[in-house]
């Protein structure tokens, strides 16, 4: 610690290595995909599929699926408690959960973050279009919808970006006291 009280944030390494240590044997068919920000732990993992005839339909296998996924959120919420509260008293952020089955992905107990912005009269007009055309109900659920639309369309981009913030970061922390 460089001459402050607050202690170091953990990296994201450490972070995804204290879950790694702590999550109970099995939760998950393999290591779980862990991300995280300033106010949110997200940690989603594989489970097995459920079984059905080869012949199944798509309807029917993404139907069987999301309730795998649904069974594996109770049969397994009091070891995820267990481990959230523990986690959230120790990184001070809120620790949410999801599962992935087959080419099905849910989420669940994730935060929504509010976020202020100010607009310009342009950039509120997007908003509204897509509002008119009935894209979202909200300028805020606009706004949500184009930051998706950027993540899924930029994503290489965006991943460069985190690489150079993690770089920077690292330099920051290896540099010389100035306190």
Do not use: N
């Amino acid at each position: 610690m460089k001459g402050h009280s607050a202690p170091d944030p953990l990296t994201d390494d450490e972070v995804s290595g204290w879950f790694a240590g702590r999550l109970p044997e099995g939760l998950y068919k393999s290591a779980p995909t862990i991300s995280s920000d300033p106010d949110e732990i997200l940690i989603v993992g594989e489970i097995d599929e459920p079984e059905l005839p080869a012949g199944a339909a798509e309807g029917a296998r993404a139907a069987a699926r999301s309730a795998r996924i649904s069974r594996f959120r109770s049969d397994t919420r009091d070891a995820r408690v267990k481990v959230a509260r523990d986690a959230e008293r120790l990184f001070g952020r809120k620790v949410s959960w999801g599962a992935r089955c087959g080419g099905v992905e849910e989420l669940f107990t994730t935060l929504g973050v509010p976020v202020m912005t100010r607009l310009r009269l342009q950039d509120r007009r997007v908003l509204d279009t897509l509002m008119e055309a009935g894209v979202a109900r909200s300028r805020s659920e606009a706004l949500a919808w184009c930051v998706r639309l950027v993540g899924q369309h930029q994503s290489d981009w965006i991943e460069t970006l985190r690489g150079a913030l993690t770089a920077v970061q690292k330099a920051r922390a290896e540099g010389p006291d100035v306190g």
